[in-house]
Every structure is written in structure tokens, then in C-alpha cells.
């Protein structure tokens, strides 16, 4: 809305004041409002998606921090009992030394095997508290507040159902997502491009009080794109869309590639693991009929003993396997952007194959 005054020096018998009133009414062509809007809203979801990725990258931060902390405070405590069976067993072997009833390489083998194990339980122990520290860091929280925390225990792995996760990985890994609302906003902006070479009109209907005389006109403007055609900057969106689909086509192959080596290291610490809880099985079984054995006098303490220390390490290898198997689960997790089990999933309301496949229609 604009108006204008104006005073005429001479005077007379009519008003010197003229009073001019106009209101511009621009008419929008070729649905350049609705591309700008589609170019803002792409960036939008293009940022909050991002937003969200980082959220995703800290959680996925914090569970192989904690997970390798619960397995560190697992194994310390497994290592502590093989340490203390070990010394049982070099006690016993230098008694039989005196005796008569073991040789000098027994004792040297088992104090060997004693220190072993006691460098690995130290080295353990003392690695605890920087994975606590670690995992404090990550979490957030300060070393009060996270020793207040009670830390859920080691659990051992299960098995996961692992179909379709490509088509899941493509619908709503989060950087996918993103790509593709960026591919959105630079569409739109080729549209918008394209819709500049049809130019906008401005209406200007206004009112003039001229010394008495009420006059009436209707004006309009327009700002015409003879020279081109716009086609400079169409050719720059045009490429700028190229640019888009290229990367987002190459983030899906390497989200391909990667689902499938994060499958396979899956599957193959799955089947170690089944191998690992079967061994596992097998010398609790053995352990159990030893143990009746001992009870019975028909075995000595030193047999019996060694049982349980082979127990002890088919248990230190089951947790190590379980570990792995965890560990191979929040690698397919990073892969997917999201848990296995969707309380984290975002709903998408984005079609990879109509945005890709009818990329080339519009010119």
C-alpha cells in the first residue's frame, strides 16, 4: 500500500490538496510460492534429521561404552577365580614336589600359567576404571554421580532376527533421510528456477482526490526475462540436483556394502557363540560328574581342581564370544542408525523411489 499528497501554490475556490491512495497486489505465477515453501521445508527436515543423527551418534557412543565396561567387570571377575584356582593348583603340585609325586616341570608350568593369569587379571582390574571414566564422559555424567549409578550386569547375548534389514536401512537410516530432503529443497529450487521465466504481474488499483475530481485507475507491472530465458540459473539448479542424487546414490551403496559386512561379522559371531555355549554345555557336564566323582573319594582334589579350572576358561571364552556377538549387534545398529528392537524409529514420509526414479521428468 503506498499514497501520495500534494499542494498546488495557487489558490482558488477548490482545495490546493490532491490525496492519491494506491494498494499493490502481486500475482504469483507458475507456483513459484509453492517451490520456495518446498525449498524451505527440505532444508528444514534436512536439519532436524541431522539434529537427530547426533542424538543417534551419542546413544550409539554410550551402549559400546557401557557394554565394553560390563564386560571388563565380567571378565575381571572370572579372571580373579582363575587366579585363585591356579594358586590352588601350584600349592598342591609343590606339595606332591616334597613328596615325590610330581616333577619340577609340573611346578614350573603351573606357576607359570599362575602369573599369566595374575598379569591378566591385574591388567583387567586396572582397566576397569578408565572404562568407567570413558563411560562417565559419554553418559554425560560427572565420576560422583556416575559411582552412585548401579551398573546392570553382563548379559549374555541372544540371538536377533536379522530378514529384511536392507529395505528397513534405506526407509529410515537417518543420513539417507537427510539426503533426501535435500534432494527435495534442490528440486524445488530447479522448479522455482524454472517458474522465473514466466514473469509476476503487480496489480495497482488506486484512488486520487484531485481538487474535488475523484479519479479512479488501475496500473500493473511486471519485470519480463526476455534475454535466456533464465536458463543460466536453471542450468545451475539443474546441476546443483545432480550434485544431490549422485551423493545420495552413493550413500546408498556404501549403506548396502555395509549392511551386508555388518551381517556377515554377525552371523559369524553368532555361530561362535552357539559353538562357544556348547563347549560351555559340555564341561559343566563334565565338571558336575567330576564334582560326584571327588564326593565319592573315586578322584583327588588335584583332578578335581583342574575340572573346574577348565570350566572357568569355557566360561571366560563364553563371555568373550557373547561379547563380540554384542558387539557385532551395536555394529549392525550403527549401520541401520537405529536399535533393533525401534524405540528409536522415526517415521518417514519420504519415497526413495519416487523422488530418484522421476528425478529427470522435470525440465
Not at 173 to 184: C, T
Not at 201 to 228: E, M, V
Request: net charge neutral.
Amino acid at each position: 500500500m503506498n499514497g501520495g499528497l500534494e499542494n498546488h501554490s495557487q489558490s482558488n475556490d477548490k482545495s490546493p490538496w490532491t490525496y492519491r491512495l494506491a494498494i499493490d497486489v502481486p500475482i504469483i505465477t507458475g507456483n513459484k510460492r509453492e517451490a520456495q515453501i518446498a525449498i524451505a521445508a527440505g532444508i528444514s527436515e534436512a536439519t532436524r534429521i541431522e539434529v537427530a543423527l547426533t542424538a543417534w551418534n551419542v546413544h550409539s557412543r554410550v551402549a559400546k561404552s557401557l557394554l565394553e565396561y560390563q564386560h571388563s567387570l565380567a571378565l575381571s571377575s572370572i579372571l580373579k577365580n582363575e587366579v585363585a584356582m591356579r594358586n590352588s593348583i601350584a600349592e598342591m603340585l609343590i606339595k606332591r614336589l616334597d613328596v615325590g609325586m610330581a616333577s619340577s616341570i609340573e611346578v614350573s608350568n603351573a606357576r607359570i600359567a599362575l602369573q599369566k593369569a595374575e598379569q591378566a587379571y591385574l591388567a583387567e582390574s586396572g582397566r576397569t576404571p578408565v572404562l568407567a571414566a570413558s563411560l562417565s564422559s559419554d553418559s554425560g555424567l560427572g565420576m560422583t554421580a556416575f559411582n552412585k549409578l548401579s551398573v546392570k550386569p553382563f548379559e549374555e547375548a541372544t540371538e536377533i532376527n536379522i530378514g529384511n534389514l536392507q529395505y528397513q536401512s534405506l526407509l529410515n537410516r537417518l543420513d539417507i533421510r537427510a539426503s533426501l530432503a535435500r534432494y527435495e529443497s534442490a528440486e524445488a529450487n530447479l522448479r522455482l528456477e524454472i517458474a522465473k521465466q514466466y514473469p509476476d504481474i503487480t496489480l495497482s488499483p488506486s484512488k486520487t482526490l484531485d481538487q474535488g475530481d475523484r479519479i479512479w485507475s488501475l496500473g500493473f507491472s511486471s519485470l519480463l526475462t526476455l534475454i535466456n530465458k533464465n536458463r543460466g540459473m536453471i542450468a545451475e539448479a539443474n546441476s546443483l540436483r545432480e550434485v544431490e542424487v549422485a551423493q545420495f546414490e552413493a550413500l546408498q551403496s556404501k549403506v548396502i556394502s555395509d549392511l551386508n559386512q555388518a551381517k556377515a561379522a554377525y552371523d559369524a559371531a553368532l555361530q561362535a557363540t552357539n559353538k562357544t555355549k556348547v563347549l560351555l554345555t559340555s564341561q559343566q557336564k563334565l565338571m558336575q560328574q567330576n564334582e560326584r566323582q571327588f564326593n565319592a573319594g573315586l578322584t583327588d582334589r588335584l583332578e578335581f581342581t583342574n575340572t573346574r579350572l577348565e570350566n572357568i576358561i569355557a566360561t571366560e571364552n563364553m563371555l568373550n564370544s557373547s561379547y563380540q556377538l554384542h558387539l557385532a549387534k551395536l555394529n549392525l545398529e550403527d549401520v541401520l542408525q537405529r536399535p533393533l528392537d525401534d524405540r528409536l524409529t522415526v517415521q518417514s514420509s519420504l519415497s526413495i523411489a519416487d523422488n530418484i526414479s522421476n528425478r529427470n521428468n522435470l525440465q
